[in-house]
Nanobody, 128 residues
Framework: QVQLAESGGGLVQAGGSLRLSCATS????????MGWFRQAPGKEREFVAA????????YYTDSVKGRFTISRDNVKNTVYLQMNSLKPEDTAVYYC?????????????????????WGQGTQVTVSS
């Protein structure tokens, strides 16, 4: 069982930055694919970024490329999402998710149903 706890959300003006953190419990963190998703009011949850196991494989949704950076610390069992140049449309609840991956998974890391564990979410609000 893996437990996830997000932190770092808040209110920021457009153009500002925030860094989200997701601390995990459990063992073998380096064998988990870690993803960030977000859900805005009235919208479906959408993929933001993923870092696979060692972090050498990283994926982003197009709308955040060049602005957001996902990273993971496999010693601290934590994954981060550095968000720069924030826009009002980035306003959402951001969720951290984990999926065990022994290297045999060949599905889409952008699909939320591929993840087994979820955090409670942290609110990010970007004012214009």
């Amino acid at each position: 069982q893996v437990q996830l706890a997000e932190s770092g959300g808040g209110l920021v003006q457009a153009g500002g930055s925030l860094r989200l953190s997701c601390a995990t419990s459990g063992r073998a963190f380096s064998r988990y694919a870690m993803g960030w998703f977000r859900q805005a009011p009235g919208k479906e949850r959408e993929f933001v970024a993923a870092a696979i196991r060692s972090g050498n494989s990283i994926y982003y949704t197009d709308s955040v490329k060049g602005r957001f950076t996902i990273s993971r610390d496999n010693v601290k069992n934590t994954v981060y999402l550095q968000m720069n140049s924030l826009k009002p449309e980035d306003t959402a609840v951001y969720y951290c998710a984990a999926r065990y991956d022994d290297g045999s998974f060949h599905g889409a890391f952008s699909r939320d149903y591929e993840y087994h564990y979820w955090g409670q979410g942290t609110q990010v609000t970007v004012s214009s």
